[in-house]
């Protein structure tokens, strides 16, 4: 798990921007952590409640639960356009339609989220 951290944001600066050169400095002030991190720290919260998973159903409830829960407080950290519309999908109709249109960044999410849910939670340790 840390090497698939490490390694988002080591080539955070080259998702979009490919690199073919194996001669780059590791970590620069550019590097970031993305979707990808926030996701994989998701699926292991998820996961570490359980010795083994015997029901499946409700394994799948508690993912989307704690994606939600671990995924919101990072709304700028590159989630795709339909996955950024699965994660609002979990608020309230009333706050959705007070989302700017069209914004796949969420602009104003962080201050809904706020607002319903109180300041930022960290992430999982």
Do not use: Q
């Given at each position: 798990?840390?090497?698939?951290?490490?390694?988002?944001?080591?080539?955070?600066?080259?998702?979009?921007?490919?690199?073919?050169?194996?001669?780059?400095?590791?970590?620069?002030?550019?590097?970031?952590?993305?979707?990808?991190?926030?996701?994989?720290?998701?699926?292991?919260?998820?996961?570490l409640p359980?010795?083994?998973?015997?029901?499946?159903?409700?394994?799948?409830?508690?993912?989307?639960?704690?994606?939600?829960?671990?995924?919101?407080?990072?709304?700028?950290?590159?989630?795709?356009?339909?996955?950024?519309?699965?994660?609002?999908?979990?608020?309230?109709?009333?706050?959705?339609?007070?989302?700017?249109?069209?914004?796949?960044?969420?602009?104003?999410?962080?201050?809904?989220?706020?607002?319903?849910?109180?300041?930022?939670?960290?992430?999982?340790?």
């Open positions: 798990m840390f090497g698939a951290i490490i390694g988002d944001i080591a080539g955070s600066r080259f998702e979009f921007d490919n690199c073919k050169s194996k001669e780059f400095e590791l970590f620069t002030n550019t590097c970031d952590f993305t979707d990808d991190t926030v996701m994989t720290l998701a699926v292991a919260k998820a996961l359980y010795e083994a998973i015997t029901d499946m159903d409700a394994f799948k409830r508690e993912l989307v639960r704690v994606m939600h829960e671990v995924g919101m407080p990072h709304p700028h950290c590159g989630y795709g356009g339909r996955f950024c519309t699965w994660m609002i999908s979990s608020l309230t109709a009333a706050m959705a339609t007070a989302l700017p249109c069209g914004c796949p960044r969420w602009r104003g999410l962080p201050v809904l989220w706020a607002s319903v849910k109180g300041w930022r939670r960290p992430l999982p340790k």
